[in-house]
Structures are given as C-alpha cells and as structure tokens.
C-alpha cells in the first residue's frame, strides 16, 4: 500500500474508533507488509544532564518548578557514558539515545562535550539517538557532523491541548526543531504522551500532525504517562492500555514505515498488556533500568519477555 501524508483527521478518527479486534488485525496486516513479524528493536536511553530544568512541562519530574525527587546533577562525565553504552550495547541494543534536561543546548564546552561523546558511542558502531531540546540551524548540522543517526524531538500532545501542558514553548517551536533536524539529515524521532488528561480527538489530532508530515518520522514513541508525585499531573489516573492499543494501531496504520516505539510506562504493564501492543503494531522498546530518572525494564526483564514470546532483536 501507498505511504499517504494527505491522511484527513476525520480518517484517523474513524480508524482509532474501529472495533478493537478489526483494529489489530488491521494495524498487523500493515506491520507484517511492511517489517518482519516477531522483531522488536532494541534502544537504551540514558540522562546525560539531569534536572534542574527551567520548563514547564507538566508531565516533567525535572523541571525546577515542582517539588520532585529528582535531584538536579550535571552532565555526566564522557567515560561515564561510555561505559553505559558500552554495557547497553553488550545487552543487544542497537540505538542508544542520551537525554539532557535542557530547554535547549547552548554552544560552548557541554554541547561540544555531547558532540564528542556522540562520535565515540556512533564509533562503537551503533545509532546514537539524543535528545538537548529545541535546536538551532547550526547546532542540527554540527549533531549529523559528529555522527548523530536520529534527533527525538516529541510534540507530546495535540497542538489544542498543548498550552494545558507547556507554556514556556509552543507547538511550532516543536515543529521548527523537527523541520532543522530533518533538514541536516537526521532521522527524526517523534510522538507524545497519553494518559495527561487529553481527548480522544487531541491523541488523534497528534497522530494527524505526524502523519501528514513529509516523510512521516522515522520513529514513534508513544508514552503513557508516568504520573511522577510532585508534578501537576500526578494525580492522573492509569490508562487503560485499550486505549493505548488504539493509538499505536492507529500509528501504525498511517506510518507504516515508521518505528513504533512503546516507551514510558512499561514497567507498570504485565507481559499481556505489552503482548497486545507489539500486536497492534509496536517494533521497539527502551530496555535498561531507567528510563531517564523514572524506572524501567532492565535488560534481563525484557529479555524474559522476549523468550516467553518469541521475540528476536530487531537490527536495523
Ligand atoms: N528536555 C528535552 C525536551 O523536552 O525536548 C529532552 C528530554 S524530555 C524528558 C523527552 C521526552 O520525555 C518528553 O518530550 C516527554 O515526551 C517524555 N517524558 C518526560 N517525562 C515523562 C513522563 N513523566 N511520562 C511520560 N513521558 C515523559
Ligand atoms: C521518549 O519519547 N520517551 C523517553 C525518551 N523519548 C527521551 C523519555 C521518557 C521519560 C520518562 C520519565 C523519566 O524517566 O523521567
Ligand atoms: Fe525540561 Fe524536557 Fe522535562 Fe520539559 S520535558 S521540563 S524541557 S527536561
């Protein structure tokens, strides 16, 4: 089938709204065309610069503004995250993508520490992924110079609901970031959040903003909120995980092409929960034991899993 980016938001709706079971059928008929059935990659993410964030995004447990747990440290010495990658990489990962809580990088010694540790980690032969924030021409071309693969970049929810979640940048700055780092080249990683409080409409009004880009984003993640005491959303309640069943189907129906990455959250899901979203489309994972300051699956967990379902890594 045609990659299609003229997707209508009302189309989106109705395939989100199908009969469940019509609807994973659907979105795996389209994954198996497209990328072969029983292979999930693998990714690993690691916090180079903690906390201490002057945002405000509300899902954040980094930012300056809430009262959290996380403890604002600086950025992580290079043979610190050598070492990391070094060990996620031993543990079968094929991206490793390093995080910093910055509302954007500022040129000078941190942003070329980053371009440094990025080469050595691409040098180690494996797609190095990061994620500093909002991005500036030059900044974008100097990450593809020193060997970044892909620049994740989430525009985390609907641009109607957005304001309720972020007031300190807009939706367009978003999509500015992603225009610079598709423009130097870099594969673009880019999804959002469910489960802060939004409608159906604003998850498929975020799914219509990605799906009609051209291209689509290389890559997907889909979050479900880690409701983090000391946010403004910490009293959100769980997520059913139908309703996540529903979101990455519907991705994976309009971006067949793309990575569908199941991201935050997982640790809080049984075997049956995450089964049904690699059902419904999902061809990638974060292992390691945190996520970025929340925790997550270690390798071994993860690597259960993949035996009880007769997973193999993905290599890309
Ligand atoms: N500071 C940079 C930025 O925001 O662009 C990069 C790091 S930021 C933590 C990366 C993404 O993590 C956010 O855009 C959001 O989608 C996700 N995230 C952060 N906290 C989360 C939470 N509590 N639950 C789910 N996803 C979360
Ligand atoms: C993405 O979409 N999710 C990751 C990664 N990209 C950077 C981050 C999840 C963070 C979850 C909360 C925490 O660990 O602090
Ligand atoms: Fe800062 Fe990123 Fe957290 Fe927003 S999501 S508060 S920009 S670290």
Redesign the pocket.
């Known amino acids: 089938m045609k990659i299609r980016s003229d997707w209508k938001k009302e189309e989106l709706r109705a395939i989100h709204d199908t009969p469940l079971l019509e609807l994973i059928y659907r979105a795996q008929t389209v994954h198996r065309e497209h990328y072969p059935a029983n292979q999930i990659k693998v990714c690993n ?1 690691l ?1 180079i610069k903690t906390g201490g964030c002057p945002e405000d995004c509300k899902y ?3 930012s300056v503004r809430y009262k959290t747990e ?1 403890k604002a440290t600086p950025l992580l010495k290079e043979e610190a995250i050598l070492e990391h990658a070094k060990k996620a990489i031993a543990n079968g990962a094929t991206r490793v ?1 390093l ?1 910093t809580a910055w509302r954007a990088p500022r040129d000078g010694a941190q942003f070329d520490a980053v371009l440094s540790v990025i080469r050595k980690i691409a040098d180690l032969g494996v797609q190095v992924c990061c ?1 500093l924030g909002i991005l500036n021409e030059s900044q974008a071309r100097r990450l593809k110079e020193a060997g970044l693969y892909a620049y ?1 970049h ?1 525009l985390d929810t609907s641009r109607e609901f957005y304001p309720s979640i972020i007031t300190t940048r807009t939706f367009d700055d978003r999509l500015r970031t992603l225009d610079l780092a598709e423009k130097a080249g870099l594969s673009v ?1 880019s ?3 469910i489960g802060m409080g939004e409608s159906v409409d604003d998850r498929v009004g975020m799914l219509h903003t990605l799906a009609t880009r051209e291209p689509h984003p290389m890559s997907v ?3 479900f909120l ?1 409701a ?1 005491p000391g946010t403004p959303l910490e009293k959100e309640p769980r997520l059913p995980v139908w309703d996540m069943v529903r979101m990455i189907a519907t991705a994976r129906i309009a971006m067949p092409r793309a990575m569908i ?1 199941l ?2 959250g997982r640790v809080s899901r049984s075997v049956e929960e995450q089964a049904l979203c690699f059902l419904a489309g999902v061809n990638s994972i ?1 292992s390691g034991e ?5 925790p ?1 699956h270690d390798f071994d967990v993860d690597q259960k899993m993949f035996e009880l379902l007769g997973i193999q890594a993905y290599v890309s």
């Open positions: 993410l916090s954040c447990p980094q996380v993508c995080a994620t994740n989430n990683c999804g959002g959040i993640p889909l979050n880690v983090v990455r991201t935050a974060f945190k996520c970025l300051t929340q997550n």
